[in-house]
C-alpha cells in the first residue's frame, strides 16, 4: 500500500504514519492497541484518557464495528 487509505469516518492506515497500521485520523494511536484495551474489559472513557482524548467514543465504536463486519464477513467467506 502506497496510498492513504480511509476505512471509516475515524479510521485510516498511511503509509507514512506507524507504517500503514491502522490508526485513528489525525492521531498514531493504534486501532489495534484500543481493540485489545476493549477487549481486556476497559471502558472507552479510560480508553480515552490513556491516549491524552486525542479518540473519542465514536471513534471507538467503529472500530469495534468494523472489526465485528470483518469478522463476519470472514467467516461468510468461509
Known amino acids: 500500500m ?3 487509505q480511509v476505512i471509516g469516518r475515524f479510521i485510516v492506515a498511511d503509509p507514512k504514519i506507524c507504517h500503514g497500521k491502522l490508526t485513528f485520523k489525525g492521531t498514531r494511536v ?3 492497541d484500543v ?3 476493549v477487549s481486556q474489559g476497559y471502558g472507552f472513557d479510560y480508553i480515552i484518557e490513556q491516549f491524552s482524548n486525542s479518540i473519542t ?3 471507538i465504536s467503529e472500530a469495534i464495528l468494523l472489526g ?3 469478522l463476519l464477513n470472514r467467516v461468510k467467506a468461509a
Open 35 to 37: 481493540l485489545e484495551m
Open 57 to 59: 467514543k465514536d471513534a
Open 68 to 70: 465485528k463486519e470483518s
Open 2 to 4: 502506497n496510498k492513504k
Open 30 to 32: 493504534l486501532v489495534e
